[in-house]
Antibody, heavy 122, light 107 residues
Framework: QVTLKESGPVLVKPTETLTLTCTVS??????????VTWIRQPPGKALEWLAH???????SYSTSLKNRLTISKDTSKRQVVLTMTNMNPVDTATYYC??????????????WGQGTLVTVSS | DIQMTQSPSSLSASVGDRVTITCRAS??????LNWYQQTPGKAPKLLIY???SLQSGVPSRFSGSGSGTDFTLTISSLQPEDFATYYC?????????FGQGTKVEIK
């Protein structure tokens, strides 16, 4: 059974750095067919893709946020970590991690975590 | 970045109606197009991948078509559980991008 679970702070202050962890089970981060993606959704708004990482450590970032994002993985812990610097109230959103299957061939997000709401406020 | 534009942004329909949502890419993406359904308070769910392939477990009333820049998601007979927001997403290249969503409401 494939599962993904996000964890991290529910509240961060402006200018702080957000660190979110996605813990996966039911598949391996070494599997060449699989990657893990972070996506966010501000309240009442659309989905926004943030970053992904694949088994070969290939990474990609949102163009508008790439200067603030870092994605990494710890295969032995089955975890993918996203950091976002200089948080702002507009970054208030539900943050999801998702598995991307077949990322190099018709990649799709077939399993998602439940999401974690992060509020940015002083 | 590849921009994805969905239309309409919202629609009202009745149970049993045939519903069509369109998605346009700012450049050709071949068939690297996925569709997701999201209900309030839940994570999105994959419906269609590679433009027309039905994800396992998804009812056959959902179908997708298109290639290049223009794509369509069709629900052949709308059911009560289909009232939700639908998103398209391209996987042709990184960064991945989503459409702005189409909300399907009860008429």
């Amino acid at each position: 059974q494939v599962t993904l679970k996000e964890s991290g702070p529910v509240l961060v202050k402006p200018t702080e750095t957000l660190t979110l962890t996605c813990t996966v089970s039911g598949f391996s981060l070494r599997d060449s067919r699989m990657g893990v993606t972070w996506i966010r959704q501000p309240p009442g708004k659309a989905l926004e893709w943030l970053a992904h990482i694949f088994s070969n450590d290939e990474k990609s970032y949102s163009t508008s946020l790439k200067n603030r994002l870092t994605i990494s993985k710890d295969t032995s812990k089955r975890q993918v970590v996203l950091t976002m610097t200089n948080m702002n109230p507009v970054d208030t959103a539900t943050y999801y991690c998702a598995r991307e299957q077949d990322g190099y061939i018709y990649g799709r997000f077939d399993y998602w975590g439940q999401g974690t709401l992060v509020t940015v406020s002083s | 970045d590849i921009q994805m534009t969905q239309s309409p942004s919202s629609l009202s329909a009745s149970v049993g109606d045939r519903v069509t949502i369109t998605c346009r890419a700012s450049q050709s993406i071949s068939q690297y197009l996925n569709w997701y359904q999201q209900t309030p308070g839940k994570a999105p769910k994959l419906l269609i991948y590679a433009a027309s392939s039905l994800q396992s477990g998804v009812p056959s009333r959902f179908s997708g078509s298109g290639s290049g820049t223009d794509f369509t998601l069709t629900i052949s007979s709308l059911q009560p559980e289909d009232f939700a927001t639908y998103y398209c997403q391209q996987s042709h290249s990184s960064p991945r991008t989503f459409g702005q969503g189409t909300k399907v409401e009860i008429k």
